[in-house]
């Protein structure tokens, strides 16, 4: 059983109390024991949930839905219609959505782990009947109203049966409640004002103001939203950050009450003439709405919708990175001091890449301070992380017992199931380059990319386990991926090294020049780019610039003269790939 596989074992035996609660037997209501009633407020979002509440394990692929909920519509329309309703949900919810539903390229399911049902609830145990204080005439998802006659045939059919079910254990129900722990109580009819955790003030804060909208139709009028949120999302997996929300004009006033701490606000421009889109990101700094700068792309409507929104996660990561480098690289600290909470995961994931003697020991310091002050999962993963340079850049030594306590730290981040795509990376990484456990790192790095597919350093390394696994032009395809998603990323070297090694493997010789010059023009010292340059330059049967790229890795990495060292270095597990790696260097004699 792979480590994943034992705390997945772990969690499911782990009866914890959900705190979020779904009502399907009666009107429609979802509450959590914080925030109250947080029932999304469109029927089309409300009609999602219940499909998957009564779906099979939960779970119902995007197609399936589509069908149910757009049954008149193209597919074009209707997969357009289903990504507007999943984020509707995620602007009701807002970071509750990762405790309600679990969402990749194909499905969509519920995560049952942190929620209740009242009809699983009974399902599970008929005696409840009493308590949840039902009778043969409640009536299952009372109200709900969706003009789609698939969908209507499906509730027809649901209520059909759940009308036999409740008349069954009227029968045999008590009359009186049995004694035991008390249920769940149906919310009561006005929603609390409460949506939001108080605000945290070491973090950074920023207001999404409304977007502006010329000539946009049904199916490009959310793409403002998708940007935006796609934006904030990626920023807040590798920073904590307060978001207050402006753009919705009938949520409560509670949830601004912190507002007075943003510093900075954001907002999209969607300008669509025809066949022709424009967007444009903005970002003021408060509280004058100084103008700090803003960044368009122009597309054509088609481009945008048929490639699977790669454009529009270009666009993203494109701000991401300038945005994390406006925020945290220029702001600095008085007298020396180390960086705020909110810089630290940032500075110290570019520390290690600068791969100095100290960078490992400068990003640990840094990660220790915070994970005391914090219990975010994105410290103790970077600290893991860190492992993979001692073990591919040479950069210091595993110490005694460092290994156990590194797979000790990765059960520990990963039993309270985080979601975050750069922690899952950064672990998937750590278990499949450091420890072998290609399993593992699958696992992890799958539900990575399908939790966040606009991030560049998730899709490198989810590149770098299909290198090492040998499925060649799999990480080929992801490995340039990454490097349009980080084009102006800090760690654009690390992603132009990827693509040099997937590119040689894949035999495409030119691109893997191309790409190993340009990591090695922003990083010199890196000694990945130089070890598959110079066996690039060992198959095109060019010695001397091989020769010459070698002798400046030995500098680096002395060590890997040694040919028992050298394939440690590359740690590929496919024997033909790593003897089409070798090939390149013995060609050179080296």
């Not at 990454?482 to 132009?496: E, H, I, M, N, Q």
């Amino acid at each position: 059983m792979t480590l994943v596989q034992d705390i997945d074992a772990s969690q499911a035996a782990n009866d914890r109390p959900p705190r979020l609660r779904m009502y399907l037997l009666g009107p429609f209501a979802l509450t959590d024991t914080r925030f109250g009633r947080i029932t999304p407020k469109g029927q089309k979002a409300q009609g999602l949930l219940a499909l998957l509440a009564l779906a099979p394990r939960n779970e119902r692929t995007r197609v399936w839905l589509r069908d149910r909920l757009w049954s008149g519509s193209n597919q074009k329309r209707a997969a357009t219609n289903l990504r507007q309703t999943v984020f509707e949900l995620k602007r009701d919810l807002g970071e509750l959505i990762d405790d309600i539903l679990v969402i990749d390229s194909k499905t969509i399911s519920l995560r049952a782990d942190t929620l209740w049902v009242d009809a699983w609830a009974l399902d599970d145990t008929p005696g409840l009947y009493g308590k949840l204080a039902l009778n043969p005439d409640t009536q299952l998802l009372e109200g709900m109203d969706i003009a789609d006659e698939e969908f209507e045939d499906w509730l027809r059919t649901e209520r059909t049966l759940w009308s036999d079910k409740l008349t069954r254990m009227a029968e045999t129900s008590p009359r009186t409640p049995a004694s035991g722990p008390a249920l769940p109580a149906r919310p009561d009819p006005q929603p609390l004002l409460q949506r939001m955790a108080p605000p945290n003030p070491s973090k950074l804060c920023i207001g999404y103001l409304p977007s502006i909208q010329h000539g946009c139709d049904d199916s490009t009028m959310y793409l403002a939203d998708f940007i935006l949120e796609g934006i904030a999302r990626n920023l807040k997996e590798l920073e904590p950050v307060n978001i207050y929300d402006f753009r919705n004009a009938t949520l409560p006033s509670d949830t601004l009450t912190g507002a007075v701490e943003v510093e900075y606000y954001v907002r999209l421009r969607t300008l669509q003439i025809g066949e022709a889109m424009t967007f444009t990101f903005f970002l003021y700094r408060a509280p004058n709405m100084i103008l700090e700068w803003s960044q368009s792309i122009q597309a054509q409507r088609r481009d945008v919708i048929e490639d699977d929104f790669g454009l529009m996660h270009g666009f993203i990561s494109q701000n991401v990175d300038r945005l994390a480098r406006f925020l945290f690289e220029g702001r600095g600290t008085p007298g020396g001091q180390p960086p705020p909470p909110q810089q630290v995961a940032y500075t110290a994931l570019n520390l290690m890449f600068r791969l100095d003697d100290n960078a490992l020991d400068n990003a640990q310091t840094l990660l220790d301070a915070a994970q005391d002050i914090s219990p975010d999962p994105i410290y103790p993963a970077l600290k893991c992380y860190g492992l993979s340079f001692k073990l591919g850049e040479n950069v210091g030594q595993l110490a005694s017992g460092e290994a156990e306590e590194t797979r000790a730290l990765v059960r520990e981040v990963l039993q309270g199931n985080p979601f975050n795509s750069i922690t899952l990376a950064s672990l998937g990484h750590v278990l499949g380059y450091g420890f072998g456990d290609h399993a593992a790192a699958a696992t992890l790095l799958n539900r990575a990319v399908e939790l966040n597919p606009t991030q560049a350093f998730v899709w490198d390394h989810y590149a770098l386990h299909k290198l090492y696994t040998g499925e060649t032009d799999a990480a080929y395809d992801a490995a340039r991926r990454a490097v349009r998603l980080g084009a102006y990323s800090p760690l654009r070297f690390g992603f132009d090294t990827t693509l040099c090694m997937t590119a040689m493997l894949k035999g495409e010789l030119g691109q893997a020049v191309t790409s190993g010059r340009a990591a090695l023009t922003r990083q010199p010292r890196f000694s990945a780019a130089m070890r598959y340059l110079t066996a690039t330059y060992g198959l095109q049967n060019r010695p001397e610039e091989a020769r010459g790229i070698y002798d400046r890795l030995l500098i680096e990495d002395p060590d890997f003269s040694d040919p028992e060292i050298r394939r440690k270095r590359f740690r590929v597990l496919h024997r033909e790939t790593e003897d089409q790696i070798l090939r390149g260097l013995n060609v050179c004699g080296l």
